[in-house]
């Protein structure tokens, strides 16, 4: 058993994740588990924090269009930051969901019901909206040596970008900022 090589309920989503054309990852199995109690059935759980280059083949064999939704904790975010990584190696970019109060989908769709939780993943944030969420994190943005950090790390982002189309306009957002 080796968890960095398996997607739990992998079997169950694989086909509603080709039919809708979206797959939807999240850590553990009690959320993929009350997913299903709502409808959202072309879900999949990494079984904890650390997602490998093997499960992104496997989420790559069945849509490009992919959906993290990890808890809200920093074990959360930095299996985010990870899967986020496997992806770009593939040429994937995946969307993030962000839940409120940190919380995990579990969590969250008992608290926040189903519409609530659509409306999450039909506007989940893309990879670089979600980069800047984490450098804004802990920062005073109106604090010049604050700004000027969260600049240059944001830069630094934008330069690691393949698309020149998708660069232009992250500059053009972060000059405007």
Same mark, same amino acid.
């Given at each position: 058993f080796k968890?960095?090589?398996?997607?739990?309920?992998?079997h169950r989503a694989k086909e509603v994740a080709r039919i809708k054309k979206q797959i939807i990852i999240m850590e553990?199995?009690?959320?993929?588990?009350?997913?299903?109690?709502?409808?959202? !059935?072309n879900v999949v759980a990494s079984?904890? !924090?650390?997602?490998g280059s093997e499960?992104?083949?496997?989420?790559?064999k069945l849509s490009s269009n992919v959906v993290?939704?990890?808890?809200?904790d920093a074990a959360g975010l930095k299996a985010t930051k990870s899967a986020i990584e496997?992806?770009?190696?593939?040429?994937?970019?995946?969307?993030?969901?962000?839940?409120?109060?940190?919380?995990?989908?579990? %969590?969250?769709?008992?608290?926040?019901?189903?519409?609530?939780?659509?409306?999450?993943?039909?506007?989940?944030?893309?990879p670089i909206e979600f980069k800047e969420f984490l450098l804004k994190d802990n920062l005073d943005m109106n604090n010049s040596i604050d700004m000027a950090n969260y600049a240059?790390?944001?830069?630094?982002?934008?330069?690691?970008?393949?698309?020149?189309?998708?660069? %232009?306009?992250?500059?053009t957002k972060l000059s405007e900022e």
């Open positions: 968890k960095r090589e398996i997607l739990y309920n992998y553990g199995p009690m959320d993929v588990i009350r997913a299903y109690t709502i409808g959202v !059935t079984l904890g !924090t650390a997602f499960q992104a083949m496997l989420v790559r993290l939704c990890f808890d809200g496997e992806f770009a190696k593939i040429g994937i970019q995946p969307s993030v969901i962000r839940l409120e109060d940190d919380s995990d989908p579990d %969590e969250y769709i008992k608290k926040y019901g189903k519409d609530s939780f659509l409306e999450k993943v039909k506007n989940a944030m893309n240059n790390a944001m830069i630094e982002e934008i330069k690691k970008m393949d698309d020149e189309v998708l660069q %232009e306009v992250s500059i």
